[in-house]
């Protein structure tokens, strides 16, 4: 069952409000960009073994790496800067 301020749909309970929509998809969009980033991290290590000492393989591999955590923490500090600017800055109502 879901809240008086929610709908239910195919999805499950989608809040009606759009703070609380944005909050809901903003928060699963962040585990899907921590998901797709580990497996990147993942398929990065595997590449860079697989390599063999091959240098354009090793750089293959290092560059999944790096990018899969510069795109992490561009996710992470995108958060922290929502966080801190419409929160506790400019105190945005329902972001609280």
Known sequence: MCQPNEMMTDFGCIPTDPVGFVQKFYAIGL???????????????Y?????????RGVAKGKSYITY??????????GYAFVQIVVVNILHVPGFA
């Not at 590449?47 to 240098?55: A, H, Q, V």
């Not at 899969?68 to 500090?77: R, S």
């Open 68 to 77: 899969a955590i510069v795109g992490l923490l561009l996710a992470i500090f």
């Open 31 to 45: 585990g899907l960009i921590g998901g797709v980033a580990l497996l990147f991290i993942i398929y990065g290590g």
């Open 47 to 55: 590449t860079l073994i697989m390599s063999r000492g091959d240098p």
